[in-house]
């Protein structure tokens, strides 16, 4: 087990050595990663000559064992014929049933061998086939007689992530987004607003109070219905997967058509870019989309989520990572599709909310401020701040 353990840790860092080609690259640290590949492949070198001498002395302690059987018969049948209580026939019939067993044992010590080997490789294969599914993946109500508006209420919310109990993300968070309204959440890094976002989700159930989706605590839905149908979640840095433009989007809906799948793309603003590849929607992106621009992944997977027409968007920092010209395309293309929706922005950027229709500012936790984007200003407090300081940052 500390071998195949070991395999996997050295595999692991080529691996990680290989999907990171280019920042590997751009620090020129090739010899480096050869070195730590190099380490860690020596000592599961020296894991399997220790295994491979255990396997030997196993093989030679199991000939040793099957031999003495012949041997044994032999001996004592010689013994058995010499003094006349054993015919000929009666020894060689001996000696062919001694070696029927011989091989069976010998194929015994094989077979065990292989075993032990394919239970140590798939210990965390069976590790995870054996745990039970999540309460929330498999229990729940599923609403099929009507949409939901998108009324959001959280109530009293108390989270702290389950690898810093002691640290509470959220305290007594109370926020209202009204259906077919557009809330965004502001703040420093690490105050909560991506948590908002996830607990929306449903990545994690609620410490304490409660997540209200017009009227219906979201423990009491089903969690794929959830996010298959109701929520539509755009984060910083989308994934692709490598094959087809329009495979990546129905992706959002597996059994729509080409021609839903081009109309979301159109609302993403994404279909002039596509048509103009040589191979239009059957173009591959290559792993995690490596083929495509900053731009042109998010407005993919603008209209991926889009695809499924989900009644609430969650778009999580959803423009930081591009520059300012993708960003102008992809806020061109989110402000055409979040009309008539219920949105929620985790915003880094302030000025790409200011049309939002309440703005909610966020410090350490705890809502402070709660506005429009012109009566914050007014207030001249955290918001304004916030504003000033990236106003002089882009200047």
Known sequence: MEAQNQVAKSTAVCDEAIQNIRTVRAFAAEEKEVEMFCKEFERSSELYEKLGLGI?????GTNLLVNGILLSTLYFGGQLLSTGFLTPGDLMAFLMATQTVQKSLGQLSVLFGTYMRGISAGARVFQYLDMPPSPMMIGGDIITDQSLAGDIVFKNVKFSYPTRPDHAILKD??????AGKTVAIVGTSGNGKSTVAALLERFYDVDEGSIIIDGQDIRSLNSSY?????????NQEPTLFATSIMENIRYGKQDATDEEVIEVAKEANAHNFITKFPDGYATEVGERGIQLSGGQKQRVAIARALLKQPSILILDEATSALDYESERVVQKAIENVTKGRTVLVIAHRLSTIKNADIIVVLQRGVIVEMGSHSKLIDRKGVYYTLVNEQEKENM
């Open 173 to 178: 968070f109370n926020l209202h987004i009204p």
């Open 56 to 60: 030997g002395f196993f093989q030679a």
């Open 226 to 234: 959830l996010r298959g149908s109701v929520l539509g979640f755009i």
